[in-house]
């Protein structure tokens, strides 16, 4: 019954905001990296951002930064995607993964957990 379940996607205009969330449950981990990744169609998966409990930083890939922000709320195991000025190319299916480890990476084999994913569409 381990699980990351995501939720807040949808349809928005160009310039719009969403705000992703994944929640945890059946489980806890004492130290972990946390990611958002996205897929398109017919493109690989690749990664958006990515938050290190160990060091508390975040990175974000370029095409996101300045536009997107990572947060969470340790009490509730829930981690957030606040997505600002939307674009129609950020029109993906976004998956947020857990890894037990200390380092942020986009290899996705690092990750133990999985969402089911969420569909972000962007248009107008």
């Known amino acids: 019954q381990l699980q990351l379940v995501e939720s807040g996607g949808g349809l928005v205009q160009p310039g719009g905001s969403l705000r992703l969330s994944c929640a945890a449950s059946?489980?806890?981990?004492?130290?972990?990296?946390i990611s958002w990744f996205r897929q398109a169609p017919g493109k690989e998966r690749e990664g958006v951002s990515c938050?290190?409990?160990?060091?508390?930083?975040?990175n974000y890939a370029d095409f996101v930064k300045g536009r997107f922000t990572m947060s969470r709320d340790n009490a509730k195991n829930t981690d957030y995607l606040r997505m600002n000025s939307l674009k129609p190319e950020d029109t993906a299916v976004y998956y947020c993964?857990?890894?037990?480890?200390?380092?942020?990476?986009?290899?996705?084999?690092?990750?133990?957990?999985w969402g089911q994913g969420t569909q972000v569409t962007v248009s107008s």
């Open positions: 059946g489980f806890t981990l004492d130290y972990y990296v």
């Open positions: 993964a857990v890894a037990r480890a200390r380092r942020c990476s986009i290899n996705l084999s690092m990750y133990d957990y």
């Open positions: 938050f290190s409990s160990t060091s508390g930083s975040t």
